[in-house]
């Protein structure tokens, strides 16, 4: 785990940051490397309080995710243990480690809360520009503080399955409440690759716009993301999507609006093929579908 701060004249920010191999990358929250701007100075302090300066390999504001690169590393880098985000249940314990509010080296401890949460954070916020991050967060009731943005939730191994992002609250500026949000380490890595590799990172797209919605499924009502259009030649047309389907699971996770939706294309990959379980005239039907490569001036 890592101490980041970004220093730009009179304005910057600290967040923290996790040690993803022995070349010295760091991954953390693209509104932390962004809150110098584009000139702002970066350091990252290791945890025996070394410090060392860094610039960004790349950064994602559709995630909310982005890879330093410590200048001149030392030969000691010790990488976090992966997990698997996947392999989580509500109620597993979790322990969030950063630097809250300057305080290094801080850990809390809760447990998962919720798993797939659709959270969305506003896009001048989180990464200066417009763009709206929208992630299917772990929730958790571990206490996340600002300065815990880009640090590590691991499970109960040690292993990294999350990134902490975001906070819930009352009122601007009111602290912990005990609902954090975390990225999932899958996806984590999954961007983090890419922008090590090329500076970017490429979008899993279907080709749906979603609006909240809900269908007859027998003699029940279930909600879900009703579809009012699909794209030409998209992969939600090759698979025979129809407007007014309603989206209700993917890949046997239930979808219950449209952000559920965004969130859950949003954290798979290009190539990945999906099963999409569709309410139509009250039947309930799977639709499978290989998530193509997003455009880059298109809605999700």
């Not at 699971?249 to 798979?268: D, F, K, N, Q, W």
């Amino acid at each position: 785990m890592v101490s980041i701060r970004v220093a730009a004249g009179s304005s910057g920010g600290e967040g923290s940051g996790v040690i993803l191999d022995t070349k010295g990358h760091i991954v953390t929250n693209n509104h932390v490397v962004a809150a110098g701007g584009s000139g702002g100075q970066i350091t990252v302090a290791l945890s025996d309080r070394r410090v060392y300066d860094a610039e960004v390999t790349g950064a994602d504001p559709d995630t909310d995710l982005a890879v330093l690169q410590l200048k001149n590393p030392p030969s000691d880098l010790r990488p976090i243990a992966l997990g698997d985000d996947t392999k989580l249940t509500v109620g597993d314990p979790v322990m969030a480690i950063g630097n809250p509010l300057g305080l290094s080296g801080t850990v809390t401890t809760g447990i998962v809360s919720a798993l797939n949460r659709p959270v969305t954070t506003r896009g001048d916020a989180a990464s200066g520009s417009g763009t709206t991050v929208v992630t299917n967060a772990i929730q958790t009731s571990a206490a996340i503080n600002p300065g815990n943005s880009g640090g590590a939730l691991v499970n109960a191994s040690g292993q990294l399955v999350g990134i902490n992002s975001s906070i819930a609250s009352l009122s601007q500026g009111s602290g912990n409440i005990g609902i954090g949000f975390a990225i999932p380490v899958n996806e984590a890595t999954s961007i983090a690759e890419q922008l090590i590799a090329k500076g970017t990172a490429v979008h899993a797209y279907l080709g749906v716009t979603p609006q909240d919605g809900s269908a007859s499924d027998g003699s029940a009502t279930r909600t879900g993301a009703e579809i009012t259009s699909v794209g030409a030649d998209t992969p939600a047309s090759k698979a025979g999507l129809q407007v007014g389907d309603v989206v209700t699971a993917v890949g046997g996770e239930r979808v219950e609006s449209a952000l559920s939706l965004v969130a859950h294309i949003r954290e798979r990959s290009a190539g990945d093929e999906v099963t999409l379980t569709v309410l139509r005239d009250g039947k309930t039907i799977d639709v499978k579908t290989t998530l193509a490569a997003k455009p880059t001036t298109t809605s999700p």
